[in-house]
């Protein structure tokens, strides 16, 4: 039976970057520092343009013939592209849905706790899924608790807004918010906030053209 192999510590080769002496084509095409074709030009001489510069020969198409060199400042040229694969890793963020768990009866500092929890997820570019937990008959004030997840909402319109309206599910209510991709205009924030107001305001019974005189004396007819 063969002996099993044994397990490799040695560190990985890293793959060089084909500059400047570790370039071996004879002859080259080469392309100066300002994009200046250079034309075709033996090895030594491409290395000699380079180093008078100051800059690196770096070879950028290997498969072309003559192969492709640009001369360049690699280090700078390094940087620029581990800058560009950052913002781009960046842009590529994939959202998740984070949950905000509450009971309907949360105090004030729980109340703020969530709303951090919230705020830190739609800044990081991920939806957030408000639930209210409802148990045993706790079920009964469903409608407390839609007010506590439209308070939350109002809370954080500057940074999200609702992507789905509180419902029932199950034995729980829930909303979702999405960040905001526009920023809220002064006059829509106005808007909310009278809407809000007409929401929390008791519904005025019409008096029908009716007078408060004409009320006190129908009253008291009705009385005797």
């Known amino acids: 039976m063969p ?10 080769v890293r793959e060089l970057p084909n500059i400047n002496d570790r370039i071996s084509y004879p002859k080259l095409r080469v392309v100066d520092a300002d994009g200046t074709q250079l034309g075709v030009i033996n090895r030594e001489e491409a290395l000699d343009v380079a180093k008078n ?13 003559p192969p492709v060199c640009r001369i360049m400042d690699y280090g700078k040229y390094k940087f620029e592209q581990e800058k560009k694969a950052k913002e781009a890793k960046k842009k590529s963020h994939q959202t998740e849905v984070k949950e905000v768990k509450m009971r309907y009866k949360i105090d004030k500092h729980d109340y703020d706790v969530r709303l951090g929890h919230a705020t ?3 800044k990081a570019g991920d939806k957030v899924k408000c639930t209210v937990i409802f148990r045993g008959r706790e079920i009964q004030h469903s409608s407390l ?18 992507q789905q309206a509180p419902k029932r599910e199950g034995r729980n209510m829930i909303m979702f918010l999405t960040p905001r991709k526009t920023p809220l205009l002064k006059k829509d924030k106005e808007e909310a906030t009278h809407k809000a107001v007409e929401r ?10 009716r007078s408060e005189s004409q009320m006190r004396n129908q009253n008291k007819s009705i009385q005797k």
Request: hydrophobic residues 35%; glycine residues 2%; proline residues 9%.
């Open 145 to 162: 608790a839609e007010s506590l997840l439209r308070r939350m909402a109002n809370d954080l319109e500057e940074k999200a807004e609702i």
């Open 53 to 65: 510069r100051e800059l690196d020969l770096v070879l950028v198409s290997e498969k072309a013939d």
């Open 120 to 122: 830190r997820f739609l």
């Open 3 to 12: 002996p099993r192999p044994r397990f490799d510590r040695r560190a990985p």
């Open 200 to 209: 929390k305001s008791p519904t005025k019974v019409p008096n029908l053209g």
